[in-house]
């Protein structure tokens, strides 16, 4: 049993649902033209009969187009949130490997 089938929409109602959809997850709009990385991940089975439906009703491409779009589209409503997580994770890293390069010249200067 398809996992389309299990949603029960009547044809007119799946047009209605494919175009809606398909409006509030433009390609360009969501940057899934400029997708370079692949990233893997587990989901439930009930995740991904939602992925498979719209995949089915053609959508989207693939599961991972259906996944991009919409960690990228809860990333990009927060994105001013997750620009300031993105800046201080990158001064994060430069603390720690400033924090690297005093403690390899501690330990390099008591060698000697």
Known sequence: MSSTSKLKLQPDEETSLRDELLGKFER???GLKNREISVMTRLSTDIVEILD?????????SRSEVVASFVEKAIMEKKSVFDSISKQAS?????????KHLAFKAIQSSKE
């Open 28 to 30: 360009e709009k969501h």
């Open 91 to 99: 001064d994060i890293e430069k603390k720690r490997e400033a924090a």
């Open 53 to 61: 439906a719209l995949v089915e009703l053609e959508i989207f491409k």
